[in-house]
């Protein structure tokens, strides 16, 4: 069994002496282990020098929240992906769901941010998932479809072997609601399904599949044991140390288990 990825998602939280504190914290409950599960840590942009430097120390890899669409230019406010790897960053989270609604990003635009991480062999980390309505009316399958053909099926196989992709069901992010491990699984097993389909039986097992929304120390195990559920993109969890350890823990054990 390949082993479990964890990643958490900071959002735009903490100062400067907290997120040192965090990092610090996680770094010395990491280093007690003897890790299977591998751990990302995802923190704003202004702590992403921070968190490498503490990385290199230590059992897990630094993520970014976002990049530009563009590779560079006259976009004031925007940070490149050429940027986040002269940093070592080795993950990018693109696709989020609250970029889609606050910043209005369509399946296009992640497309673009997906091909300037590629450029410069970063890991995009790939949002997908449907909103409450949605889910409501039995569209979601479709949905997801048609963000993940839109956003990653113009990429080649051996590119498309870098990217992570996580579920986030959009009514269940920070709204203390979570996905049935029944739903879970069903989502998941499909994503898979359609990656099969485009890129056969072994790139569709080695991909990475995320569960995002309201995951946390109560529901991570059931969540993590489902068969098509790799791991977890973790939002408000991830910035209390503890709750992100237990997570992590959780993942350790289905695999000891399995």
Avoid at 33 to 49: D, K, R
Avoid at 103 to 120: G, P, W
Avoid at 203 to 208: E, F, G, K, R, S
Avoid at 215 to 237: T, W
Wanted: with cysteine; net charge negative; glycine share 6%.
């Amino acid at each position: 069994m390949k082993s479990k990825l964890v990643i958490g998602n900071w959002k735009m939280n903490k100062s400067f002496e907290e997120a040192e504190d965090l990092i610090s914290d996680i770094q010395d409950k990491l280093e007690s282990w003897s890790l299977q599960t591998a751990v990302v840590i995802c923190p704003p942009f202004p702590y992403l020098e921070l968190a490498t430097d503490h990385a290199d120390e230590s059992d897990f890899e630094v993520g970014a929240q976002n990049c530009s669409e563009f590779e560079n230019g006259a976009f004031t406010g925007e940070v490149s992906a050429s940027m986040l790897a002269e940093l070592d960053v080795n993950f990018c989270i693109v696709g989020h769901s609250e970029r889609r609604k606050y910043f209005h990003e369509s399946n296009d635009t992640i497309a673009k941010k997906i091909d300037q991480l590629m450029k410069q062999n970063l890991i995009p980390v790939f949002c997908c998932g449907e909103l409450l309505e949605e889910r409501k009316s039995g569209n979601h399958l479709e949905i997801v479809e048609k963000q993940i053909t839109e956003s990653l099926f113009h990429l080649s196989k051996e590119h498309f072997e870098q990217v992570v992709i996580a579920y986030e069901p959009v009514w269940a992010i920070g709204t203390g609601e979570t996905a049935t491990p029944e739903q879970a699984q069903e989502m998941h097993y499909f994503i898979r399904s359609l990656i099969e389909k485009k890129f056969g039986t072994e790139t569709a097992y080695n991909c990475y599949i995320l569960y995002g929304g309201s995951c946390n120390a109560k529901n991570a195990l059931e969540l993590l044991s489902q068969p098509d559920v790799d791991g977890g993109l973790i939002g408000g969890a991830s910035l209390k140390s503890d709750e992100f350890i237990s997570i992590i823990e959780a993942a350790e054990t289905v695999l000891k288990e399995d």
